[in-house]
């Protein structure tokens, strides 16, 4: 497997995961009048997973760099 | 301090300061010194998908609804998740084939169609003027609301301001001025503005240090922290219900479509393309800005709803939620605050409003006007000189025009717009072309047709569901088809459409909009035809990453054309200089002199049309190539012909490579296979010499004393008997050998009992056992499972253990074990020695043919080096394994395994 192709997966597996985390019925379990330190737990967990997403893109782009200006 | 004076100086200022910008950063990418390549700059670039909308609005939002403006944000972080897949794919098309617009892109995915252009281009003007107006609407407001500090009066209270007095108005000149500034300064084949990029990305830095200013305050001054202020919304009740949302699921699916509503305008709206694709320097600044951009939105949008409900609990009534990020810096009396807020939300609409009108206007021209412009008979005529000029003077119109439209929008009807739904309505029209974008590139068989069809209903039905009623409710329209239906029937009430209950009007016409628009996408496209161009298109965005990466090596065109043509037409649009620079360059790589009357190959007309794609349009170019060149008609199964040669060439190269590597590994292999069989040969002569040697110099010694006693003469008898056993066992070996290794060998496969063979193998290694003094013990088990297999090879498989074993056993107290085992599937019998053991790199190599074990107490082999070679091929043979372990001065043991009665496997000498 190419290293892009590599890289592909793992990008999409971080969406699906994304997908997963921010939406019915996921969401719904967090959807409940408690406070996580102070914050709403919904708006916790929300901007939690959003952060988690952000470090997940960044380490699966991360992975296999080619060589800048290599055409394919 | 903050008088209208300051205010307006600062604003104004503030201007000046991005016009200097975007003066320094085109003089320093002429200079070739570019200061926006690099990919921190492209992703606060891609931050201009924060408008004013976001900078005020998603407040409002957020005061009404809790999480309900964060699906617009969350949607480009999963979008970016994709990025290396989609976005490069889009990228990377767009650099080949020199797309400058999403017209542009879909126009030319689908056969270059010049009617698609168009629709797109119309799309996008109608449903972005609204957004424009929109974000003027923000700087006027924002405006006013800082030019009665102290007092905080909100917008609704606003007379009618004339249009001359009005800020938003001279902002809008002035961006109109910025605009044609530097987003038109020359048609250039790449449509790259260094300038309003630079100027984007400092505007991106302003909006989002102002409001996280502003957060800061709100949650550390004017509370203390986050945890005190949602302690302190939680106490009244009309927030608190905002922590959690009430169960219904039709909040749910509304929020997954807003999200997906959300990824799919990232690629969509005209200036997200325009910075994605459009201005992008180099593909591999994706990687990076694939997770910075995220990052800014998640910064952005932290303070959101902490900002929310601290204005709602300071405010009382009377104040818009969607002016808190302004009003409460200015009700905490924080002057430079409220100031650096105000420049903050112009610099959001600002970014928003230069980077729309750029990528409206090359629409505009390239899909509007051109196509009707070179419809005309003096712009076809070739003696209408240079028309770069014409078109950059189109572009500079449709700005202008772009933003006025804009600002009358604003001034004459918007005012009876929320500042959010302005903005959703613009992502739902938008939001139409995703699926003919994205189908376009992932799949081939989506027609033009079907893209019409899809785009065209998609849109009606955005209209219909959305428009219609926003019209009516401002009072525009008759609204009786909108409460009673239309002909009176209330199933085709635009909302709720087919009484489709429990979606919010946005969520409502994103499901109805796009479920017909892919819905017809792909069934037209299946019940359709490509013509060959379409086929050729779709193939090539398509399979984009497998073609070479520039369309001219690929081309699939067949005609003549002239060079001098070409070069005139070229001239016409891009000016001498560049149209010589372009050929030249074309020239010296494939290394071409045109003469007057060369006639221009195939790659030439596909340069050509590229290069003026990216100043007019592909649809445009199109048709301006067609007039000079004399086209012959390809049929779609040569275009197919064609198509398939250039992959395939890429295929084969990569296939000669394998080839040519599997070629190198199997040489190597039939050069070590040579030296082996040399080395064969050498040792099977050197063997078989030894025992001629002594028979000869035997018979030599009894011919010469034919008089020997009789003993003597019997005992040197006895010595040729023994070398010649010894001679014809070799030669059996060696014919055995290659008995073998050719499958000639012939197997009496029968059950047969391995105890048996150990005791009778021992027996017959017994005399030389004897000789050496060599202490033999055997341990087999009271029953043992017959195993299958030939008896007499097995028994010489015994017979070779045994008698190796007695060759390294001590000379002294020499001592040998043979135990057999029965383990759940297979025989496992070992034979130890106590010798002086085998070298632990040895262990492998001396199961292969003539492979000996050279230790240094001996100097030489001993053994003819074929022994074991046989032994492993006949237990192999019988499915089984064979391998040694050994220790220095401890000795070595053999052991192979035979599984329980296992037919001969047909394969099972190599």
């Known amino acids: 497997m190419t290293p892009d192709r590599l890289k592909n997966r793992r990008l999409a597996g971080v969406f699906l995961l994304g997908w997963v985390l921010f939406n019915y019925p996921v969401l719904s379990l967090f959807n409940r009048p408690i406070a996580l330190l102070g914050i709403p737990l919904l708006y916790a967990y929300v901007f939690g997973v959003w952060a988690l997403i952000i470090a997940l893109i960044m380490l699966g782009a991360r992975f296999n760099r080619r060589p800048p200006g290599q055409g394919r | ?910």
């Open chain 2, 1 to 910: 301090m903050l008088t209208t004076g300051a205010i307006l100086l600062v604003a104004f200022g503030y201007m000046g300061l991005l016009f200097a910008i975007a003066h320094l950063a085109d003089r320093r990418a002429a200079q070739g010194r570019s200061i926006i390549s690099n990919p921190y700059i492209y992703a606060l670039s891609l931050a201009v998908y924060c408008t004013a909308w976001t900078f005020y609005g998603s407040v409002g939002r957020a005061a009404a609804g809790g999480l309900d403006f964060l699906p617009t944000y969350i949607g480009p972080t999963l979008l970016c998740a994709l990025g290396w897949g989609v976005l490069r794919k889009i990228v990377r098309i767009s650099k080949v084939h020199r797309i400058t617009s999403i017209s542009d892109f879909i126009a030319s995915r689908y056969g270059k169609s010049g009617t698609l252009g168009s629709m797109v281009a119309i799309i996008a003007v109608l449903g972005i003027i609204p957004y424009i107006a929109l974000q003027l609407k923000a700087v006027s407001m924002s405006f006013n609301i800082i030019n009665h500090y102290p007092l905080i009066v909100m917008p609704r209270y606003f007379v009618d301001i004339p249009v001359f007095e009005d800020t938003a108005f001279y902002v809008a000149v002035l961006l109109a001025l910025f605009a044609i500034l530097f987003g038109t300064r020359h048609l250039d084949a790449t449509e790259r503005h260094e300038g309003v990029v630079a100027a984007i990305a400092f505007e991106s830095i302003v909006k989002l240090l102002a409001f996280l200013c502003v957060g800061v305050m709100v949650t550390y001054g004017m509370f203390q922290g986050f945890g005190d202020l949602f302690a302190k919304a939680s106490a009244l009740p009309r927030l608190q219900e905002l922590f959690v949302w009430d169960i219904r699921t039709g909040r749910y699916f509304a929020w997954l479509l807003e999200i997906l509503l959300s990824m799919m305008v990232l690629v969509c709206l005209p200036r997200q393309f325009q910075v994605i694709v459009v201005e992008n320097v180099n593909e591999d600044h994706l990687q990076k800005a694939m997770w910075l951009f995220p990052l800014y939105l998640l910064a952005i949008n932290v303070f959101v709803l902490p900002i929310a409900f601290g204005g709602s609990l300071y405010f009382t009534a009377g104040v818009d939620a969607d002016t808190f990020v302004l009003t409460l810096p200015m009700a905490m009396r924080h002057e430079g605050l409220a100031l650096l807020v105000f420049i903050g939300g112009m610099s959001a609409a600002t970014g928003m409003v230069i980077m729309a009108t750029v990528a409206l206007s090359t629409m505009i021209c390239n899909d509007l006007v051109m196509p009707v412009l070179l419809r005309l008979p003096f712009t076809r005529s070739a003696r209408h000189g240079d028309l770069s000029r014409t078109v950059l003077n189109i572009r500079r119109g449709s700005i202008a025009l772009v933003l006025f439209s804009a600002y009358a929008y604003f001034h004459f009807i918007g005012e009876a717009y929320a500042l959010v739904s302005i903005g959703l309505i613009s992502f739902v029209a938008v939001a139409q072309f995703a699926p003919a974008m994205l189908g376009g590139i992932f799949w081939k068989h989506g027609t033009c047709t079907g893209a019409i069809s899809g785009l065209a209903a998609g849109f009606a039905v955005w209209g219909y569901t959305l428009v219609l009623p926003s019209l009516a409710e401002a009072g525009l329209i008759d609204e009786a088809p909108i409460t009673r239906g239309l002909f009176g029937l209330a199933a085709l009430k635009p909302f709720p459409l087919f009484g489709l209950e429990g979606l919010d009007p946005i969520a409502h016409a994103v499901f109805w909009s796009l479920l017909v628009n892919a819905g017809l996408y792909a069934g037209v496209s299946l019940f359709s035809r490509q013509s060959a161009l379409e086929h050729t298109q779709a193939a090539l965005f398509v399979d984009v990453f497998t073609y070479p990466a520039k369309p001219e090596d690929s081309s699939i065109w067949r005609g003549t054309a002239f060079v001098t043509d070409l070069r005139s037409l070229l001239e016409r649009f891009l000016g001498t200089q560049r149209t010589t620079e372009a050929l030249n360059a074309f020239a010296d790589k494939r290394k071409i002199r045109w003469g007057p009357l060369s006639t221009a190959n195939p790659a030439l007309v596909t340069y050509a049309e590229t290069l003026l794609a990216g100043a007019i349009g592909s649809a445009s170019a199109r048709v301006m190539v067609a007039s000079v060149v004399k086209e012959e008609p390809l049929g779609l199964g040569e275009v197919m012909n064609i198509l398939d040669e250039t992959r395939q060439v890429i295929a084969y190269s990569r296939e000669l490579e394998r080839a040519h590597a599997e070629l190198k590994s199997a040489n190597q292999r039939l050069q070590e296979l040579d030296r082996l069989k040399d080395e064969f040969i050498s040792t099977v002569t050197h063997e078989l010499r030894t025992p001629l040697t002594a028979v000869r110099s035997i018979a030599e010694i009894l011919h010469a004393n034919p008089r020997l006693p009789q003993d003597q003469h019997r005992n040197l008898t006895a010595l040729v008997v023994k070398e010649s056993e010894r001679l014809t066992r070799l030669v059996n070996q060696v014919l055995d050998f290659q008995k073998m290794e050719t499958g000639k060998m012939e197997w009496q496969m029968l059950p047969v009992d391995l105890r048996e063979i150990c005791r009778e193998a021992l027996a017959s290694v017994r005399q030389l056992l004897d000789e050496k003094r060599i202490q033999a013990n055997l341990d087999v088990p009271d029953h043992a499972p017959p195993v299958f297999g030939d008896r007499d090879r097995l028994m010489q498989v015994m017979i070779n253990l045994l008698s190796n074993a007695v060759k390294f056993c001590r000379d002294t107290g020499g001592r040998i074990d043979v135990r057999l085992h029965v383990r759940p599937s297979h025989l496992e019998v070992a034979v130890a020695d106590n010798g002086v053991g085998i070298r632990a790199e040895d262990l492998e190599v001396i199961f292969e043919e003539f492979r000996q074990s050279r230790h240094a107490a001996l100097g030489r082999p001993a053994g003819s080096g074929l022994g074991l070679a046989i032994t492993r091929r006949i237990v192999e043979f019988h499915g089984g394994r064979i391998w040694a372990e050994s220790r220095t001065d401890i000795g070595s043991t053999f052991t192979l395994t035979l599984p329980f009665t296992a037919p001969p496997s047909e394969s099972g000498v190599e």
